[in-house]
C-alpha cells in the first residue's frame, strides 16, 4: 500500500528559526515522485517540489532545501531562516507512476512562524 | 483567468439536498483532477480525467457522487443527497501533462458544509 505519513501535526518557531518538516513515505513501486505542497489560509495548495525515484539529489531552492533519501524512505523539507510569510499547513505527496495518477498526501504539518 | 477557478467558494445545504461544484481549470491543461479535504487532513483523490474522458472514478466515495468534464474544459463534481459526512472542502486540481507527472495548479476549494 501507498501511504505518506507526516508525524509533525503543527511546529511553532520564531522567525529566522530554521525548522525541517519530516515525511516518511511507502510504496512498493520501483518508480514514483514525491511533492511538496504549501497550504496557506486561502486554501489553495501551491506546488513547491517535485523529485523522481532515481534522483537522490538534494536540491536547494532559495531559503528552502530538500534532503531525499531512499534508504529510509524520507523526504524532509527545511526551510531556513524561517519568516513570518511562511506560516502556513505543508503536505508532502506521493504519486505512484501507475499510468493513472493519484497524489497520496500526508496529513499536513502546520508551520506558525511567529514575529 | 490565470488560475484555476472553483465555484462555489462556500456551499450550505441540508442534508439530503443535491450540490453542484463547477471547477474551470487553466485553459488547455489536459488533465483535472477532484480531490477531497476534510478538516485537518490531507486531500484525498476522487476522481480523474484525461479531456472529456473520465479515467479513474475509484476515490469516489459512494453512488452519490458524480464528475463530468463534457467537452473537456469545465468539469462539475455532483453529490446527490448530500450527508453530513460529504462536509469537506472539494480541491480541484488541473496539470498539462497528459500523464499528472508534472505540476498541479490547484484551485482555492469549494467549502461545502451539509447541515
Known amino acids: 500500500a501507498q501511504k505518506v505519513t507526516q508525524a509533525q501535526t503543527e511546529i511553532s518557531v520564531v522567525e529566522k528559526e530554521d525548522v525541517t518538516l519530516d515525511c516518511v513515505y511507502e510504496?512498493?513501486?520501483?518508480?514514483?515522485?514525491l511533492f511538496w505542497y504549501k497550504q496557506p489560509p486561502s486554501g489553495e495548495l501551491v506546488f513547491l517540489i517535485r523529485?523522481?525515484?532515481?534522483?537522490?539529489q538534494n536540491e536547494i531552492s532559495g531559503r528552502y532545501s530538500w534532503n531525499f533519501q531512499k534508504s529510509t524512505s524520507s523526504f524532509n523539507f527545511t526551510i531556513t531562516a524561517s519568516q513570518v510569510v511562511d506560516s502556513a499547513v505543508y503536505f508532502c505527496?506521493?504519486?505512484?507512476?501507475?499510468?493513472?495518477?493519484?497524489?497520496?498526501f500526508g496529513t499536513g504539518t502546520r508551520l506558525l512562524v511567529s514575529p | 483567468g490565470a488560475g484555476v477557478s472553483q465555484s462555489p467558494r462556500y456551499k450550505v445545504a441540508k442534508r439530503g439536498q443535491d450540490v453542484a461544484l463547477r471547477c474551470d481549470p487553466i485553459?488547455?491543461?489536459?488533465?483535472l483532477f477532484w480531490y477531497q479535504q476534510a478538516l485537518g487532513q490531507g486531500p484525498e483523490f476522487l476522481t480523474y480525467?484525461?479531456?472529456?474522458?473520465?479515467?479513474?472514478k475509484s476515490g469516489l466515495p459512494s453512488d452519490r457522487f458524480f464528475a463530468e468534464r463534457p467537452e473537456g474544459s469545465v468539469s462539475t463534481l455532483k453529490i446527490q443527497r448530500t450527508q453530513q459526512e460529504d462536509s469537506a472542502v472539494y480541491l480541484c486540481?488541473?496539470?498539462?501533462?497528459?500523464?499528472?507527472?508534472?505540476?498541479?495548479?490547484f484551485g482555492e476549494g469549494s467549502r461545502l458544509t451539509v447541515l
Open positions: 480525467f484525461q479531456n472529456e474522458a473520465q479515467l479513474d
Open positions: 523529485r523522481n525515484s532515481f534522483d537522490e
Open positions: 505527496a506521493l504519486l505512484m507512476n501507475t499510468g493513472f495518477q493519484k497524489l497520496v
Open positions: 510504496t512498493r513501486d520501483t518508480t514514483y515522485y
Open positions: 485553459s488547455g491543461h489536459v488533465s
Open positions: 486540481a488541473s496539470s498539462s501533462s497528459s500523464r499528472g507527472t508534472g505540476e498541479l495548479f
